[in-house]
């Protein structure tokens, strides 16, 4: 069982301002592969708090999905808050998503999502629209859990024939 903690990072969910269809998403989703949610938080975009929680639950989880505040705005500062915390960065996640995300629109490119590992939890970034976290969602859905099983030392070959 992967145990999964979701960070809805923005400013106006974190008041009430603004219902998070992303992170319910993302709950929904991540049941596909067996996960289950253990922890879910709406943050304002401050980056200590951020690294604070994703640090906290790195302890805690096996996967640490976030969403919201990987753009060009000011506010935006998941990705350095991330990037901040992690042992080591998995850059073909974030790469796969954009890649895949420009099939479909060339804003893909303005995403900064990144993911890496902390611990032994994978955190992946995804950008903060429905719509953008499915599509992201869908393209690595099926390696989280190969990713989880190396995390956490698993040392059979990777190599599918």
Same mark, same amino acid.
């Not at 008041?15 to 993302?26: N, Y």
């Not at 989703?29 to 790195?58: F, H, T, V």
């Given at each position: 069982?992967?145990? #999964?903690?979701?960070? +809805?990072?923005?400013?106006?969910?974190?008041? !009430? %301002?603004?219902?998070?269809? /992303?992170?319910?998403?993302?709950? %929904?989703?991540? =049941?596909?592969?067996? $996960?289950?949610?253990?922890?879910?938080?709406?943050?304002?975009?401050?980056?200590?708090?951020?690294?604070?929680?994703?640090?906290?639950?790195?302890?805690?989880?096996?996967?640490?999905?976030? +969403?919201? !505040?990987?753009?060009?705005?000011?506010?935006?500062?998941?990705?350095?808050?991330?990037? =901040? #915390?992690?042992?080591? =960065?998995?850059? !073909?996640?974030?790469? $796969?998503?954009? /890649?895949?995300?420009?099939?479909? +629109?060339?804003?893909?490119?303005?995403?900064? $999502?990144? $993911?890496? #590992?902390?611990?032994?939890?994978?955190?992946?970034?995804?950008? !903060?629209?429905?719509?953008? #976290?499915? =599509?992201?969602?869908?393209?690595?859905?099926?390696?989280?859990?190969? @990713?989880?099983?190396?995390?956490?030392?698993?040392?059979?070959?990777? @190599?599918?024939?």
């Amino acid at each position: 069982m992967i145990t #999964v903690a979701i960070l +809805t990072i923005s400013d106006k969910g974190s008041k !009430g %301002e603004r219902e998070d269809l /992303s992170g319910s998403l993302i709950g %929904e989703m991540i =049941e596909r592969i067996g $996960a289950e949610l253990k922890y879910y938080e709406i943050l304002p975009d401050e980056k200590n708090l951020i690294k604070e929680k994703l640090i906290e639950y790195s302890k805690k989880v096996d996967l640490i999905v976030t +969403t919201g !505040g990987t753009g060009l705005s000011p506010r935006d500062v998941t990705p350095e808050a991330t990037l =901040e #915390v992690i042992d080591k =960065e998995v850059p !073909g996640i974030a790469e $796969a998503m954009r /890649s895949e995300g420009l099939k479909k +629109t060339s804003r893909a490119m303005l995403s900064r $999502a990144i $993911a890496g #590992v902390k611990g032994n939890s994978l955190i992946i970034n995804l950008p !903060g629209s429905p719509k953008a #976290v499915k =599509e992201g969602i869908e393209i690595i859905l099926d390696v989280i859990p190969h @990713a989880i099983e190396k995390i956490k030392g698993d040392t059979t070959e990777c @190599a599918t024939l």
